[in-house]
């Protein structure tokens, strides 16, 4: 009998186990939090500072789930330019994974799902205010795991609206995760950063669908020459005929 589980009820022990997913040695495997960070300008650090005045407001008050997505995380993906081309969003995205081995089928739902096309470029789990973020990265890792995309690696946001981390998937050869430093609005250049990584990660996404199209030009031109190199050689062909 097949069992269904919430994805919620997992902890990041279970979702290691039933994935195969280990957490990466090497330093290098998750730089992208750290280098080649875009610079701000004026007019987004003035944006940081007003959702920040906002939320620490706001946060003397029971402040659930939808308020943090709505102050928060609405603006910042905005600031990061995720919600023009080539990017589109889904909120509440139903997941199900099934566990053949174990006879299991487990189900949850993204609070947002970042995407170019089919790839999937961000998953956002998001908590009430005050919540630690430890409950919400093994549901992030299980909707990383749940990516389609073999070839690339995909990026998580775990986030209470006051704290945030960052998460990185490749499920390329054997499955494996990092995550980067807790980041806080309440430390110094904390918040500012945080838009620097969402910005450096779109950078990355419109850096890979370049090259894409590229590759797909180049193959295009050399298929159109190799055809016009054909008809040209049937053409002699005939001539001499």
């Given amino acids: 009998m097949v069992k269904t589980i919430p994805i919620t009820e997992l902890s990041l022990h279970d979702v290691k186990v039933k994935f195969n997913l280990t957490p990466a040695e090497d330093d290098q495997f998750f ?3 750290q280098e ?7 007019t987004e650090q003035q944006s940081l500072e007003q959702i920040k005045a906002h939320m620490l407001y706001l946060e003397q008050y029971p402040m659930v789930e939808d308020i943090v997505k709505m102050v928060v995380l609405s603006p910042l993906l905005g600031l990061a330019g995720f919600y023009g081309s ?3 969003l889904k909120t509440e995205a139903a997941i199900e994974i099934a566990a053949v081995e174990e006879h299991e089928i487990l189900r ?3 609070d947002v799902l970042v995407l170019q096309e089919q790839f999937w470029v961000l998953v956002i789990e998001s908590k009430q205010a005050g919540f630690s973020l430890k409950s919400a990265i093994p549901q992030a890792l299980t909707y990383m795991m749940a990516n389609p995309n073999q070839l690339r690696p995909s990026f998580g946001l775990v986030t209470n609206g006051t704290n945030f981390r960052f998460l990185k998937v490749s499920k390329s050869g054997i499955p494996m995760y990092a995550l980067s430093d807790e980041f806080t609005l309440y430390r110094g250049n904390d918040w500012y950063n945080v838009l620097r990584i969402l910005k450096r990660i779109a950078e990355l996404v419109v850096n890979w669908v370049f090259v894409a199209f590229s590759l797909v030009s ?4 050399r298929t159109l020459r190799e055809q016009q190199s054909a008809v040209s050689r049937q053409q002699i062909g005939r001539a001499h005929v």
């Fill in 31 to 33: 730089r992208e939090w």
């Fill in 36 to 42: 080649e960070l875009p610079e701000l300008t004026d």
């Fill in 86 to 88: 080539p990017f589109h």
């Fill in 108 to 110: 949850g739902r993204i």
């Fill in 218 to 221: 180049i193959c295009a031109t």
